[in-house]
């Protein structure tokens, strides 16, 4: 078992004693940060009615993934009157526990809002955080214990299509990247500031305040300069890290100071200057893997570099293989890359980037959210409700398909935990499996 391998481990041996269940779904990928979980007894087939333990009425649309802990299920919506919530749902019967507002202005750009960041939580305070800048922590009774607005205090995103990273939690600490354009040309980002810094916030989670707040610098033009990914952990041979995606560059960044360990270009071989990165970082023992912009190929790096390793350390380039807005899945040391827009799921080896197998996923619209793995199982979930369930085997198989007809749109990537299934759509939170 590597280092990597065995911390992991532990982190999921930690979340199952201090739960006193089975795996939480703590963030949005999940307790081991890929998309999976070791969790099984999950379904392989249901329909709106069917393995239904429960539904619950929400008062808008969100990308965002709930995050479970416990009997606590925590989403974030906005309502039509612009309002921001953050909601506890009672799992046992999915009733809402309580709702607290947090934040106003909520608008959308595209086909983003101000609700796609997921809330994040450590078992005894849950933190949400909105495209409007607004940024709190509650207990799990619903108490606020601390509340700032990165708006005022720093100036609006200026992001094209909205502010769409979610918060990371980790070792007690809170990490917030944002990457974002140096000047604020699009209406909904002017203010009083005229210049932007991306940058990567360290806050300690019990008080809200500032532990660094590191500058990221980057040679990147226009769009090029924004990311919609959210920082990833990363236990690497020599240190641990937490990386970044965005602005025609991954960088690796030390958890305790902000300092840059390595930075490796290859997101935008061409150098557009319009290519935005979507898609997070994810690891696998010693590789990282990232995704380049628009149709750009995915590609790997070795850890443990110093400085910039482009031409040192970057393990293999696909040009087949690409993923514009879904975040790949590690599951089983496989790597399973959706290119959304195809509707094309492929099976990767992380160590050489050689495809598995790849199958076309029989569904109509395009798919925005990113998989998600237990129970030998891939679950999918398209733009218009379809949802997709594939083996994790070693060959491409569909096992069941279900139609969630008239929830769309849904962009929330599919939330694991205790044998269930938790399926966010426009309308409704669904709890899928054993009630």
Same mark, same amino acid.
């Given at each position: 078992?590597?280092?990597?391998?065995?911390?992991?481990?532990?982190?999921?041996?930690?979340?199952?004693?201090?739960?006193?269940?089975?795996?939480?779904?703590?963030?949005?990928?999940?307790?081991?940060?890929?998309?999976?979980?070791?969790?099984?007894?999950?379904?392989?087939?249901?329909?709106?009615?069917?393995?239904?333990?429960?539904?619950?009425?929400?008062?808008?649309?969100?990308?965002?993934?709930?995050?479970?802990?416990?009997?606590?299920?925590?989403?974030?919506?906005?309502?039509?009157?612009?309002?921001?919530?953050?909601?506890?749902?009672?799992?046992?019967?999915?009733?809402?526990?309580?709702?607290?507002?947090?934040?106003?202005?909520?608008?959308?750009?595209?086909?983003?809002?101000?609700?796609?960041?997921?809330?994040?939580?450590?078992?005894?305070?849950?933190?949400?955080?909105?495209?409007?800048?607004?940024?709190?922590?509650?207990?799990?009774?619903?108490?606020?214990?601390?509340?700032?607005?990165?708006?005022?205090?720093?100036?609006?995103?200026?992001?094209?299509?909205?502010?769409?990273?979610?918060?990371?939690?980790?070792?007690?600490?809170?990490?917030?990247?944002?990457?974002?354009?140096?000047?604020?040309?699009?209406?909904?980002?002017?203010?009083?500031?005229?210049?932007?810094?991306?940058?990567?916030?360290?806050?300690?989670?019990?008080?809200?305040?500032?532990?660094?707040?590191?500058?990221?610098?980057?040679?990147?033009?226009?769009?090029?300069?924004?990311?919609?990914?959210?920082?990833?952990?990363?236990?690497?041979?020599?240190?641990?890290?937490?990386?970044?995606?965005?602005?025609?560059?991954?960088?690796?960044?030390?958890?305790?100071?902000?300092?840059?360990?390595?930075?490796?270009?290859?997101?935008?071989?061409?150098?557009?200057?319009?290519?935005?990165? %979507?898609?997070?970082?994810?690891?696998?023992?010693?590789? %990282?893997?990232?995704?380049?912009?628009?149709?750009?190929?995915?590609?790997?790096?070795?850890?443990?570099?110093?400085?910039?390793?482009?031409?040192?350390?970057?393990?293999?380039?696909?040009? %087949?293989?690409?993923?514009?807005?879904?975040?790949?899945?590690?599951?089983?040391?496989?790597?399973?890359?959706?290119?959304?827009?195809?509707?094309?799921?492929?099976?990767?080896?992380?160590?050489?980037?050689?495809?598995?197998?790849?199958?076309?996923?029989?569904?109509?619209?395009?798919?925005?959210?990113?998989?998600?793995?237990?129970?030998?199982?891939?679950?999918?979930?398209?733009?218009?409700?379809?949802?997709?369930?594939?083996?994790?085997?070693?060959?491409?198989?569909?096992?069941?398909?279900?139609?969630?007809?008239?929830? @769309?749109?849904?962009?929330?990537?599919?939330?694991?935990?205790? @044998?269930?299934?938790?399926?966010?759509?426009?309308?409704?939170?669904?709890?899928?499996?054993?009630?």
């Amino acid at each position: 078992m590597t280092r990597k391998q065995f911390f992991f481990a532990a982190v999921a041996g930690f979340i199952f004693v201090a739960a006193a269940r089975a795996e939480n779904w703590p963030q949005w990928r999940g307790p081991l940060f890929n998309g999976s979980t070791t969790e099984s007894g999950l379904p392989e087939t249901w329909s709106k009615t069917k393995n239904v333990a429960w539904v619950a009425p929400m008062p808008g649309m969100s990308a965002a993934t709930p995050a479970v802990w416990g009997d606590s299920v925590f989403v974030t919506s906005a309502d039509a009157g612009g309002q921001l919530w953050l909601i506890c749902v009672n799992r046992p019967d999915g009733i809402v526990r309580w709702q607290k507002l947090l934040g106003l202005g909520d608008m959308a750009k595209g086909n983003n809002t101000m609700v796609s960041p997921s809330p994040v939580t450590d078992g005894s305070i849950v933190i949400a955080m909105f495209g409007t800048g607004d940024l709190a922590a509650l207990d799990f009774t619903g108490n606020i214990l601390w509340k700032r607005n990165l708006w005022k205090e720093s100036g609006k995103f200026a992001i094209m299509w909205l502010y769409g990273s979610s918060p990371l939690l980790l070792d007690g600490r809170l990490y917030v990247q944002v990457l974002q354009n140096k000047l604020p040309t699009y209406e909904h980002a002017k203010d009083d500031k005229p210049v932007r810094e991306s940058f990567l916030l360290c806050i300690d989670p019990k008080t809200g305040k500032d532990i660094w707040r590191h500058i990221r610098p980057t040679d990147a033009q226009e769009e090029s300069q924004e990311s919609y990914a959210t920082p990833i952990p990363n236990r690497a041979k020599n240190a641990d890290e937490i990386l970044l995606v965005g602005g025609d560059y991954v960088t690796a960044h030390n958890p305790e100071t902000g300092e840059e360990i390595w930075r490796c270009a290859g997101l935008n071989v061409t150098h557009n200057h319009w290519r935005r990165i %979507v898609p997070s970082a994810v690891t696998c023992d010693d590789i %990282v893997i990232a995704c380049g912009p628009r149709r750009d190929p995915i590609f790997a790096i070795r850890d443990g570099g110093k400085g910039l390793v482009t031409d040192t350390h970057t393990a293999w380039r696909n040009p %087949v293989l690409t993923a514009d807005v879904c975040t790949p899945l590690v599951y089983q040391g496989k790597v399973f890359a959706l290119d959304g827009d195809k509707k094309k799921i492929a099976c990767v080896d992380p160590k050489t980037g050689t495809i598995k197998w790849a199958g076309d996923l029989p569904v109509d619209a395009v798919t925005r959210a990113s998989p998600t793995a237990a129970d030998g199982k891939i679950f999918c979930i398209s733009e218009n409700g379809t949802v997709v369930v594939l083996s994790a085997g070693d060959e491409f198989k569909i096992l069941s398909t279900v139609n969630m007809a008239g929830e @769309s749109p849904c962009r929330a990537s599919i939330a694991i935990s205790d @044998s269930q299934l938790f399926i966010r759509t426009a309308k409704n939170l669904y709890c899928i499996g054993k009630k």
